[in-house]
């Protein structure tokens, strides 16, 4: 055997390996639906969602530059920032198969800072969502304050 035909089958081997693993990744299909949310108040909000009524995140892990991600102006709509990568797997895992989407005000956040606010949940509104519910609001929730 000659030592091109002893390279072949390796480097074969590995276009073979690549491509399978190029196709594969063609099929693992990301869910492109995420939740809307329209602030409708006179001030900022940031909103987060959470499998549980607990703050997602650890907010020491954050500066508060990285939570402007999670910010929404007054007369804004926004993408939930962070969103599942399939909505089916995070509702088995969530709560009661619900989703909660946290409103924190920008009053509240100035005054006591994330570290404090998170620690209590201390969020304005809860919006406590299964996927059916998501589907009936047309993936849109509309913050008005109230």
Not at 4 to 29: A, Q, R, W
Not at 51 to 57: E, M
Not at 124 to 135: Q, S, T
Request: hydrophobic share 35%.
């Amino acid at each position: 055997m000659s030592i091109y035909n002893k390279i072949k089958i390796p480097i074969c081997s590995l276009i073979f390996l690549t491509l399978l693993c190029f196709i594969s990744c063609i099929y693992d299909h990301v869910d492109s639906r995420n939740i809307k949310i329209t602030n409708k108040t006179s001030k900022a909000i940031y909103c987060f969602h959470s499998n549980n009524d607990r703050f997602p995140f650890k907010s020491s892990n954050f500066t508060d530059k990285e939570m402007e991600r999670f910010r929404i102006d007054t007369g804004c709509t926004a993408g939930l920032y962070n969103k599942p990568r399939y909505w089916e797997d995070f509702m088995v895992n969530a709560d009661g198969y619900k989703c909660r989407v946290l409103i924190f005000s920008i009053d509240t956040i100035e005054k006591y800072g994330w570290e404090e606010v998170t620690k209590k949940s201390n969020f304005v509104k809860r919006y406590l969502l299964n996927l059916e519910d998501i589907k009936n609001i047309n993936w849109q929730i509309i913050y008005d304050g109230n």
